[in-house]
């Protein structure tokens, strides 16, 4: 899932409040909600200009972050893009139209595999369509590690105690540790969460910082070993240093899929329609793909790749490299409630 820095979300805010109707509300307005560096913003210039149809833009930093703004009401968002298990939380909640991809023009584009990871939040394809995807795993510096990295246990040996990043997000960290530990990261378990808790909690002494964006950056800049960062951040920082390696541990990761639902709240769905359509046009996801460097579900765009930039795993993983990953389900509600209580545990000791 994407994150994003404050200023970007500054300077694409002030960008796109300049769109005329920017703060109004009509039959051909779209309000949209993402996470922010998500998308290349000429794309909504293009997308208006194109259509007819004005974009204002919303952004959040996390999945849940999201769930609250767009659950308070405060605005009525028609179209919001989210990660997998906060998309079936809110299929389950109602609060997603059903849509027929299949009748959009550029639905061919998107990679059929795509389609069928989806099913494991989205069963049907009724409601959400996949938009970016990657893998979480460790960013490494090969000048700085006595031996390649294949396994989640390099960050919890000792023996680069001080120099790891982990990722200041509850679900990342504690997959980490069920993957290690041999779990599934949607254990339901309590026992196995706790052992993964407090295996989390014997790691800290050894952890520099818990960060999201600025993992790589502080890798980059050589201030860190290695951490556990997203895949497309992996690729950005192989760029600013070249020392740095990207890999999926052995024992498995997440892979994680962002995609689009059109909300229950939106009125205009054909502008909807006309907005996804848009977004899995060619030379539209391969601008959002440069802008951002995720993997893409478009396979028009995979397809016409470069071999170098195709052969990157951290851009096109392997089927080989992710079989041992999953995709995040919701979690009921007493799991999320223990995962909270722990998750706090970690962070205050």
Partial sequence: ??????????????????????????????????????????????????????????????????????????????????????????????????VDFSSMENYGNIDEKFWTLSQSFDPGNKYALPYFWGTVGILYNTKKVSKPVDSWDVLFDGEYAGQIIMQDSMR???????????????????????????????QKADVASYLVDEARDEIVAENAVMGVVYSGEAYLGHDFNNDLEYVIPKEGSNLWIDSWIVTS???????????????????????????????????AVVDNMDEELRANTAVVPTDESIKGCEVYEALDADTTSLYNNLWKEIKSE
Avoid: H
């Fill in 1 to 98: 899932m994407k994150k994003k820095s404050v200023c970007m979300l500054l300077v694409l805010s002030m960008a796109l409040c300049i769109l005329p109707g920017c703060g109004t509300k009509s039959s051909d307005t779209l309000t949209v909600f993402n996470y922010g560096e998500y998308i290349e913003p000429e794309m909504l210039e293009k997308f208006t200009a194109e259509t007819g149809i004005k974009v204002n833009y919303e952004e959040a930093t996390t999945p849940e972050e999201m769930y609250t703004k767009y659950t308070a009401g405060a605005i009525s968002y028609d179209l919001l893009c989210t990660s997998d298990y906060m998309i079936k939380r809110l299929i389950d909640e109602g609060q997603a139209q059903e």
């Fill in 172 to 202: 990342d960290s504690f997959m980490v540790a069920l993957k290690y530990l041999g779990y599934s990261l949607n254990t339901t378990d309590e026992a196995q969460i706790r052992e993964a808790a407090e295996l989390l909690k014997s």
């Fill in 265 to 299: 709240k939106c009125k205009n769905t054909e502008a909807a329609k006309k907005f996804l359509d848009f977004l899995c046009r060619e030379d539209v996801a391969n601008a959002n793909f440069e802008f951002i460097y995720y993997s893409t579900p478009n396979k």
